[in-house]
């Protein structure tokens, strides 16, 4: 039961998205962030997520994967929905007027606009987690980061306890199934009671497994040692990132994009839409 | 003294401490070892839980240092901390839980893990990596993750994680214990490949006879001490003296000697399966004769 959660949402594929530098994606990624933001109105947010469904067209995932990956932040999209509905005060007279609550004009463009900006958000972070294996992204993040070791900031030790946990959720999952199998077959009430009343009924699961844990990490380390691990230093990697035109074309594309975003802004109220 | 591994008068103590912190005591656990391991040898080190082996192993390759005596690998002083990465490329470690010694979450870039902390170039990376998958037969598996692999694989993988550095002798720390049958077999046939075809120098700690019997050499070790050190056959010849300090010998030597204690004139150095079976059919076909 605990085996099927998935970590990270990585849907392997060989599509030209799949195969972009993954540096290049978290650069990318970011951009698109900028260009939701920087985006005023309807014109250039429709821009925008017209430029998101090209490129999941392009990589191949589901179009059913983009709900599933709204569905967890549903409650936060209706949340703020709300508040800019109810909160925001306009000049005219309000649309809806229900006892204390106004609705005006300004509130209800507002806050579809504020829907549509997040939804596109998260449409956008999860396409990166969705075509990028988390190896490649530690990898991503290992090398972005790495002008930092200037400044003593740890980044290979940061890069190589990610790729360790990565490493280690599946062995620790498989040990918490046992764990929690040895802990019902003496009696151990792990499924029913309140809230409380169950987390209280998972000590004695998470006592062993941290125990055991920090075993591993003993073992871990001197298997390390064995290996001449002695840290970031003089660390040569099988697999290099490597970027290619492809990447600098997909920037270039994503540049003008924004530019023309920003353009939108400039000229749709000059016009007058 | 030209054996890849050489201990002189080894002593390793640690010191027991009570509630405050005090020093009360000291435990012994290594006692006057000395000992010539030959390049090439494939050594088998047996002994109950406690007796020191595992203590042994770990001063092999500079992860524990002795406080009496010396350890030279390959001529060089296992306290020379200048050298200790010389020392660990040359003795390679495979320890008990194979879940426990991979650190990468893909096989390959495990078993390229070593490598790159020693800096090697990506290409020649590339190229041990893979003559190492091959020759523990895993190279199919190259791009699994390690948890999709069975015990006796992720083993293999732990050990071609060790044989890409090249070492020239490698020390298996109880390799089989967390195996299945079936497991243990895969390990034992690769641990003889690569002594017999590779020519790397194997010392296999282990408490399983069977194992032990493989060998070329057989030490065995009780309360810190060398107790035995033998060819295999005159060693489990020995059984009482296994009996008394808690091993075992293997079952076809264990049914000899029942055999002999119940005035069947059977020899006391059959150490496996098959010429166990050899001699019973003699033994056999002679009393139909009669």
């Known amino acids: 039961m605990l085996k099927d959660i998935t970590i990270g949402q990585f849907f392997p594929g060989n599509s030209i998205v799949h195969r972009l530098d993954s540096r290049f994606k978290i650069i990318l990624d970011i951009l698109y962030v900028v260009m939701l933001f920087v985006a005023g109105n309807f014109y250039s947010l429709a821009v925008a997520g017209v430029f998101m469904l090209i490129i999941y067209m392009l990589s191949n995932i589901s179009f059913r994967l983009i709900f599933k990956s709204l569905r967890p932040i549903f409650p936060i999209i209706l949340f703020t929905c709300l508040l800019n509905l109810f909160f925001i005060k306009g000049e005219g007279e309000p649309v809806i007027s229900f006892g204390f609550i106004n609705i005006y004009m300004e509130g209800l463009t507002t806050s579809l606009f504020m829907t549509i900006r997040i939804v596109f958000l998260i449409i956008g972070m999860s396409l990166l987690t969705y075509t990028t294996s988390p190896i490649a992204l530690t990898d991503a993040i290992e090398s972005l980061f790495s002008p930092l070791k200037k400044i003593h900031f740890p980044v290979h030790e940061l890069a190589m306890m990610m790729t360790i946990a990565l490493r280690f959720i599946p062995t620790l999952i498989e040990e918490t199934d046992k764990i929690m199998a040895a802990q019902k077959a003496r009696g151990a009430n792990l499924d029913t009671g309140g809230l409380i009343k169950k987390a209280k009924a998972l000590v004695p699961v998470l006592i062993p497994l941290f125990v055991s844990a920090f075993k591993r990490a003993n073992e871990l380390a001197l298997a390390m040692e064995c290996r001449c691990y002695r840290g970031g230093e003089g660390r040569t990697r099988i697999k290099q990132l490597k970027s290619g035109v492809k990447d600098y074309i997909a920037l270039v594309i994503f540049a003008v994009v924004l530019a023309g975003v920003i353009l939108l802004n400039i000229y749709i109220p000059i016009l007058g839409l | ?290």
Do not use: W
């Not at chain 2, 435990?27 to 203590?55: M, P």
């Not at chain 2, 524990?64 to 990465?85: A, C, F, N, Q």
């Not at chain 2, 495979?94 to 990468?104: K, M, R």
């Not at chain 2, 089989?176 to 690569?194: F, N, Q």
């Open chain 2, 1 to 290: 003294m030209e054996g890849i591994i050489n201990t002189e008068n080894l002593i390793f103590e640690y010191s027991i401490y009570d509630e405050n912190g005090d020093e009360t005591g000291k435990n012994r656990v290594l006692e006057n070892i000395t000992l010539d391991i030959k390049e090439g040898g494939f050594v088998a080190v047996l002994g109950h839980n406690g007796s020191g082996k595992s203590t042994l192993a770990k001063h092999f390759n500079g992860i524990l240092l002795p406080t009496e005596g010396k350890v030279l690998i390959d001529g060089i002083d296992s306290t020379d901390e200048s050298r200790i990465y010389d020392i660990r490329q040359t003795v390679g470690m495979v320890f008990q839980n194979p879940d426990n010694q991979i650190v990468a979450t893909i096989v390959e870039e495990d078993v390229a893990f070593a490598l790159e902390n020693l800096g090697v170039e990506p290409k020649e990376i590339r190229r041990r990596v893979d003559e190492a998958l091959k020759i523990v037969d895993m190279y199919h598996y190259r791009e699994h993750a390690p948890h999709q692999l069975s015990g006796g694989q992720k083993q293999r993988i732990a050990i071609a994680g060790i044989i890409a550095m090249r070492p020239r002798c490698i020390v298996m720390d109880e390799p089989t214990a967390m195996l299945d049958p079936k497991g243990r077999k895969e390990i034992m046939a690769t641990i003889k490949a690569l002594n017999k075809e590779h020519g790397i120098t194997v010392i296999l700690i282990t408490h399983y006879m069977e194992e032990a019997a493989q060998a070329d050499r057989v030490i065995v070790i009780d309360k810190g001490k060398i107790l035995l050190d033998d060819v295999p056959k005159k060693i489990f010849s020995e059984v009482e003296l296994l009996k008394s300090v808690g091993l075992d010998v293997p079952q076809a030597t264990e049914l000899m000697y029942d055999l002999r204690k119940s005035g069947v004139d059977a020899p006391s150095d059959i150490i496996d399966v098959d010429e166990c079976a050899e001699f019973l059919f003699r033994l056999l076909s002679d009393k139909e004769q009669k």
